[in-house]
């Protein structure tokens, strides 16, 4: 893998019990390109509560369920648990 590649892939790990884990998703992008919350784009629009039901009623975890989605310059794959992977597109 190259140092590029390594550099545009970051891996985190979201709390599964937090009451809005869209929050997360904000703040993890925030903190990787160094920007303030609120200057980002509401995740609302993106992903329209998936996570929430990912995560506050998840399937068995034999499933091995993901959702993979866009926010900003990232494609974003988060497991029901908790493990999320954040690959820079542009």
Same mark, same amino acid.
């Given at each position: 893998?190259?140092?590029r ?6 891996h985190?790990? @979201? ?5 809005? $884990?869209?929050? &997360? ?8 390109e160094? /920007? ?16 929430d039901? @990912?995560?506050s009623?998840?399937?068995? $975890?034999?499933? &091995?369920?993901?959702v ?6 990232? /494609? ?5 648990n908790?493990a ?7």
């Amino acid at each position: 893998m190259s140092d590029r590649t390594e550099r545009e892939i970051r891996h985190r790990q @979201l709390d599964t019990d937090a009451q809005n $884990p869209a929050i &997360q998703i904000v703040e993890v992008v925030a903190d990787i390109e160094d /920007r303030g919350r609120a200057e980002l784009p509401t995740m609302y629009d993106c992903i329209d509560g998936m996570l929430d039901e @990912l995560f506050s009623n998840p399937p068995a $975890p034999e499933s &091995q369920m993901e959702v993979e989605f866009s926010y900003e310059t990232y /494609r974003i794959t988060v497991e029901q648990n908790g493990a999320a992977k954040f690959v820079k597109t542009g």
